[in-house]
């Protein structure tokens, strides 16, 4: 399941990356005047900025729910290591 959430991940951020890039290449090749290519680029920068940040938070709340799961994992060993540790004395 986590191999599938990770090939979901990076294609997703691949096509978006793709976006961009192409996005970035419309917005300057575009017969326009240098303030309005400007002010276009500064809006398509804000948007990605916010994209971008949104992205990362859901990156570090799912790292975080990892994070528990896994040290919950490792708790629950120590505690029947201990278990089997108790019985064998």
Do not use: H, W
Request: proline share 1%; with cysteine; aromatic share 4%.
């Amino acid at each position: 399941m986590e191999e599938k959430d990770c090939n979901a991940g990076s294609l997703l951020v691949s096509f978006l990356l793709g976006s961009l890039v192409g996005a970035g290449i419309a917005l300057l090749i575009a017969p326009q005047t240098g303030r309005e290519t400007r002010e276009k680029i500064k809006e398509y920068a804000e948007g990605v900025k916010e994209k971008a940040a949104e992205s990362v938070q859901k990156v570090k709340s799912v790292l975080e729910e990892k994070k528990s799961v896994l040290s919950a994992a490792v708790d629950a060993g120590k505690e029947a290591y201990k278990k089997e540790t108790n019985k064998q004395l």
